[in-house]
T-cell receptor, first 112, second 116 residues
Framework: DQQVKQNSPSLSVQEGRISILNCDYT??????FLWYKKYPAEGPTFLIS?????DKNEDGRFTVFLNKSAKHLSLHIVPSQPGDSAVYFC???????????FGTGTSLTVIP | NAGVMQNPRHLVRRRGQEARLRCSPM?????VYWYRQLPEEGLKFMVY????????ESGMPKERFSAEFPKEGPSILRIQQVVRGDSAAYFC??????????????FGPGTRLTVL
């Protein structure tokens, strides 16, 4: 039962343009969301998070948007750089419980 | 300032053997989480431990899998009598506290288990 879904397995973007990675979730109890970035042969690295009391959180080139009514969040990277090429995982957690629920990941390729 | 360390990075076992995966959390972290990533899938939570305690093992298969985090030493994920379906990347993460809004989980590089 995949409670966090990333329906695009891959995305290619030109350097300098905006990358938009999408994530949908089914559990309305989720109230905290994160994005992780993963390079091959490495563990995921925390990128940015957002609490359900907000609808936007920005950190440099990275912005996460949360639409609670649609159970949808997105990660915007602008401008995209070749070093951003990696697999991006969306994750969610709920107030009770001790785990993050991860999506299946989106592989981003930024073309120079 | 070492991060989360996992060893071995690669482990090959034959069916029926035991696999032991080790995880040393970041310095000062007392919360450890194990995740498994099967091919073409996302990371799936397995177990959450604090020192000497299993807090949540709701993601652990009921048989053959066990985990511990002793007072001294690394956390160990143990898989007995491995089968081919156990082949996956196993990631360990650690946090200073329960890694939600107060902190986040920092991941190790993973152990890639291959069962022949």
């Amino acid at each position: 039962d995949q409670q966090v879904k990333q329906n695009s397995p891959s995305l290619s973007v030109q350097e300098g343009r905006i990358s938009i990675l999408n994530c949908d979730y089914t559990n309305s109890m989720f109230d905290y969301f994160l994005w992780y970035k993963k390079y091959p042969a490495e563990g995921p690295t925390f990128l940015i998070s957002i609490s359900s009391i907000k609808d936007k959180n920005e950190d440099g080139r990275f912005t996460v948007f949360l639409n609670k009514s649609a159970k949808h969040l997105s990660l915007h990277i602008v401008p995209s750089q070749p070093g951003d090429s990696a697999v991006y995982f969306c994750a969610a957690s709920r107030n009770t419980g001790n785990q993050f629920y991860f999506g299946t990941g989106t592989s981003l390729t930024v073309i120079p | 300032n070492a991060g989360v360390m996992q060893n071995p990075r690669h482990l090959v076992r034959r069916r029926g053997q035991e696999a032991r995966l080790r995880c040393s959390p970041m310095k000062g972290h007392s919360h450890v989480y194990w995740y498994r990533q099967l091919p073409e899938e996302g990371l799936k939570f397995m177990v959450y431990l604090q020192k000497e305690n299993i807090i949540d093992e709701s993601g652990m298969p009921k048989e053959r899998f066990s985990a511990e985090f002793p007072k001294e030493g690394p956390s160990i994920l143990r898989i007995q009598q491995v089968v081919r379906g156990d082949s996956a990347a196993y990631f360990c993460a650690s946090s200073l506290a329960w890694g939600r809004t107060t902190d986040t989980q920092y991941f190790g590089p993973g152990t890639r288990l291959t069962v022949l």
